[in-house]
Protein backbone atom coordinates (compact mmCIF):
# COMPACT_ATOMS: atom_id res chain seq x y z
CA UNK A 1 0.00 0.00 0.00
CA UNK A 2 1.45 3.69 -0.99
CA UNK A 3 0.96 6.25 1.41
CA UNK A 4 -0.27 9.63 -0.85
CA UNK A 5 0.90 12.68 -0.24
CA UNK A 6 -0.83 15.70 1.53
CA UNK A 7 0.02 17.93 -0.88
CA UNK A 8 -0.60 18.97 -4.28
CA UNK A 9 1.65 21.73 -4.95
CA UNK A 10 5.19 22.39 -4.92
CA UNK A 11 6.89 25.33 -5.28
CA UNK A 12 10.69 26.98 -4.52
CA UNK A 13 12.68 30.27 -4.77
CA UNK A 14 16.18 30.94 -3.75
CA UNK A 15 16.18 33.83 -1.65
CA UNK A 16 18.60 36.50 -0.34
CA UNK A 17 19.98 35.66 3.01
CA UNK A 18 20.93 32.94 5.12
CA UNK A 19 18.56 30.28 6.60
CA UNK A 20 18.77 31.81 9.99
CA UNK A 21 17.17 34.75 8.42
CA UNK A 22 14.52 33.14 6.16
CA UNK A 23 13.22 31.29 9.13
CA UNK A 24 12.62 34.35 11.28
CA UNK A 25 10.54 35.39 8.27
CA UNK A 26 8.44 32.81 8.41
CA UNK A 27 8.07 32.67 12.40
CA UNK A 28 8.30 36.51 13.84
CA UNK A 29 4.89 37.45 13.60
CA UNK A 30 5.96 41.59 12.68
CA UNK A 31 7.81 39.90 9.67
CA UNK A 32 5.09 36.99 8.67
CA UNK A 33 2.83 40.42 8.50
CA UNK A 34 4.98 42.18 6.49
CA UNK A 35 4.57 39.64 3.27
CA UNK A 36 2.40 36.49 3.87
CA UNK A 37 -0.69 36.55 1.39
CA UNK A 38 -1.44 37.22 -2.00
CA UNK A 39 -1.26 40.84 -3.57
CA UNK A 40 -4.08 43.01 -2.46
CA UNK A 41 -5.14 40.54 -0.02
CA UNK A 42 -2.23 40.62 3.31
CA UNK A 43 -2.21 39.25 6.68
CA UNK A 44 -3.47 41.44 9.62
CA UNK A 45 -0.34 41.40 12.02
CA UNK A 46 -2.82 41.45 15.02
CA UNK A 47 -4.30 38.32 13.94
CA UNK A 48 -0.81 36.85 13.45
CA UNK A 49 0.06 34.39 15.79
CA UNK A 50 3.22 31.83 15.56
CA UNK A 51 5.18 29.85 17.80
CA UNK A 52 7.61 27.61 16.25
CA UNK A 53 7.81 24.63 18.14
CA UNK A 54 6.00 21.60 17.83
CA UNK A 55 2.54 21.95 18.90
CA UNK A 56 3.03 25.93 18.68
CA UNK A 57 -0.20 27.85 17.21
CA UNK A 58 0.25 29.13 13.41
CA UNK A 59 -2.82 31.43 13.16
CA UNK A 60 -3.51 34.39 10.94
CA UNK A 61 -6.11 36.02 9.09
CA UNK A 62 -6.09 37.74 5.46
CA UNK A 63 -8.21 40.68 4.57
CA UNK A 64 -8.79 42.16 1.45
CA UNK A 65 -7.84 45.55 0.86
CA UNK A 66 -10.91 45.92 -1.68
CA UNK A 67 -13.01 44.77 0.60
CA UNK A 68 -12.50 44.32 4.40
CA UNK A 69 -15.03 42.92 5.68
CA UNK A 70 -13.28 39.75 3.37
CA UNK A 71 -11.74 37.94 5.04
CA UNK A 72 -9.91 34.74 5.19
CA UNK A 73 -8.21 32.55 7.92
CA UNK A 74 -5.77 29.69 9.10
CA UNK A 75 -5.83 28.25 12.62
CA UNK A 76 -3.55 25.69 12.68
CA UNK A 77 -0.38 24.26 14.59
CA UNK A 78 3.53 23.22 14.11
CA UNK A 79 3.93 18.90 13.30
CA UNK A 80 7.43 19.58 12.96
CA UNK A 81 9.85 22.46 13.78
CA UNK A 82 13.67 22.01 13.15
CA UNK A 83 15.51 25.58 13.47
CA UNK A 84 16.59 27.27 10.12
CA UNK A 85 15.39 23.88 8.41
CA UNK A 86 12.24 22.92 8.94
CA UNK A 87 8.71 24.12 9.20
CA UNK A 88 5.42 21.70 8.99
CA UNK A 89 2.24 22.42 10.16
CA UNK A 90 -1.83 21.10 9.54
CA UNK A 91 -4.87 23.13 10.23
CA UNK A 92 -8.00 24.53 8.42
CA UNK A 93 -8.53 27.56 6.47
CA UNK A 94 -11.98 29.27 6.99
CA UNK A 95 -13.74 31.93 4.96
CA UNK A 96 -12.73 30.74 1.63
CA UNK A 97 -14.82 31.47 -1.62
CA UNK A 98 -17.28 28.71 -2.87
CA UNK A 99 -16.29 26.23 0.01
CA UNK A 100 -19.19 26.07 2.88
CA UNK A 101 -16.96 23.94 5.38
CA UNK A 102 -13.18 24.92 6.56
CA UNK A 103 -10.76 23.48 4.42
CA UNK A 104 -7.90 21.31 5.90
CA UNK A 105 -4.62 21.95 4.55
CA UNK A 106 -1.02 20.94 5.44
CA UNK A 107 2.20 23.51 4.78
CA UNK A 108 5.99 22.09 3.85
CA UNK A 109 8.93 24.45 4.49
CA UNK A 110 12.06 22.92 4.00
CA UNK A 111 15.12 25.40 4.05
CA UNK A 112 18.82 24.52 2.40
CA UNK A 113 21.39 27.42 2.60
CA UNK A 114 24.06 28.24 0.58
CA UNK A 115 25.92 30.62 1.83
CA UNK A 116 24.02 34.35 1.72
CA UNK A 117 21.45 32.60 -0.16
CA UNK A 118 18.45 29.94 0.98
CA UNK A 119 16.09 27.89 -1.52
CA UNK A 120 12.81 27.68 -0.25
CA UNK A 121 10.72 24.56 -1.33
CA UNK A 122 6.93 25.15 -0.23
CA UNK A 123 4.83 21.60 -0.70
CA UNK A 124 0.86 22.61 0.37
CA UNK A 125 -2.01 21.09 0.13
CA UNK A 126 -4.48 19.38 -0.71
CA UNK A 127 -6.13 22.49 -2.49
CA UNK A 128 -10.50 21.98 -2.99
CA UNK A 129 -11.10 21.28 -6.43
CA UNK A 130 -9.93 23.61 -9.20
CA UNK A 131 -7.80 26.10 -6.61
CA UNK A 132 -4.30 24.51 -6.95
CA UNK A 133 -3.47 26.81 -9.04
CA UNK A 134 -4.29 29.73 -7.33
CA UNK A 135 -2.59 28.40 -4.65
CA UNK A 136 0.63 28.35 -6.78
CA UNK A 137 -0.04 31.80 -8.28
CA UNK A 138 -0.58 32.86 -4.30
CA UNK A 139 3.13 31.54 -3.56
CA UNK A 140 4.99 33.36 -6.22
CA UNK A 141 3.35 36.46 -5.63
CA UNK A 142 4.09 35.95 -1.42
CA UNK A 143 7.71 35.04 -2.22
CA UNK A 144 8.37 38.00 -4.41
CA UNK A 145 7.25 40.32 -1.37
CA UNK A 146 9.44 37.95 0.78
CA UNK A 147 12.52 38.31 -1.73
CA UNK A 148 11.91 42.04 -1.59
CA UNK A 149 11.81 41.65 2.57
CA UNK A 150 14.72 40.00 2.65
CA UNK A 151 16.88 42.12 0.15
CA UNK A 152 16.89 45.40 2.27
Partial sequence: MTETSP???????????????VFKAFTDPDLFAQWYGPDGFPAERETVELEARVGGPHRFTMVSEAD??????FDGRF??????????????????????????S???????GDGDKTRVVIREGPHPPGTADLGRQSWVQMFAKLQSLLGE
Fill in 68 to 73: PSFRTG
Fill in 79 to 104: TEVVPNELLVNTGAWGGIPGQTDNWD
Fill in 7 to 21: YDIEVSQVLPGPPDR
Fill in 106 to 112: NLRVELD
